[in-house]
């Protein structure tokens, strides 16, 4: 079956613009995850959701971030104003639920010039 | 706050070696611990997930091990070969969603 994709693959845009990233996990799971991949830092926890429950926002940097999951399937991670310190791959990943394997999707790098 | 480490940073092998990548975290509470690979421009590839009641998983030439109470994971690549050259990260699954190790950059020279 299909795999978690990510739209779109690569993204420049200015300081101070807002940009969105998406995400559409796998069928079926009810998890979905964004991390963000820097250089030098390592993955780290963006933002969580499960099935139908309030989101854990407890990884976003912050209030220039947010996330939607729409339907409990496709989710949109917003980031605003964007500044050169936001340049990164976001990682995008799904689960059947919390605490099972996470599948991750391609990604989309963030290059804020 | 969990933190996981992962030595070596970087492992360069002749082709045909058995290795073993390192991955220890501070805090044993978890759920499970994952080992992905990641190629270079591309996304994360899991390779196992053990559970927290577990001490191994297999899957071909890789066998993964948890020793939760010593905060230790190892992963063992037999029979090492070119296509295995990666960039090798662990993860623990606990409360929060995964943490991850900075992970190891494996050559494998033919």
């Known amino acids: 079956g299909a795999g978690v994709s990510q739209s779109p693959s690569n993204k420049v845009t200015e300081k101070g613009k807002d940009v969105e990233l998406r995400c559409d996990p796998i069928s079926g799971h009810t998890a979905l995850y964004w991390y963000r991949q820097s250089l030098g830092q390592g993955l780290e926890f963006l933002i969580y959701f499960q099935g139908n429950s309030a989101p854990d926002k407890s990884g976003l940097p912050s209030d220039r971030f947010s996330a939607e999951r729409t339907g409990g399937s496709v989710s949109t991670l917003t980031i605003q104003r964007t500044q050169q310190e936001d340049s990164a791959v976001y990682l995008c990943?799904?689960?059947?639920?919390?605490?099972?394997?996470?599948?991750f999707g391609p990604g989309t790098r963030l290059t804020v010039t | 706050k969990q933190e996981v480490t992962q030595i070596p940073a970087a492992l360069s092998v002749p082709e045909g070696e058995n290795l073993v990548l390192n991955c220890s975290f501070t805090?044993?509470?978890?759920?499970?611990l994952q080992w992905f690979r990641q190629d270079p421009g591309k996304g994360l590839t899991s390779l196992l997930l053990i559970q927290s009641s577990q001490r191994e998983q297999t899957s071909g030439r890789l066998n993964a091990s948890l020793d939760k109470s010593s905060g230790r994971s190892t992963l063992y690549i037999a029979a090492s070969q070119p296509g295995d050259s990666a960039t090798y990260l662990c993860a623990v699954g606990g409360n929060t969603p995964l943490v991850f190790g900075k992970g190891t950059r494996l050559s494998v020279i033919a």
């Open positions: 805090d044993s509470a978890i759920y499970n």
């Open positions: 990943a799904s689960s059947f639920a919390t605490q099972y394997e996470q599948y």
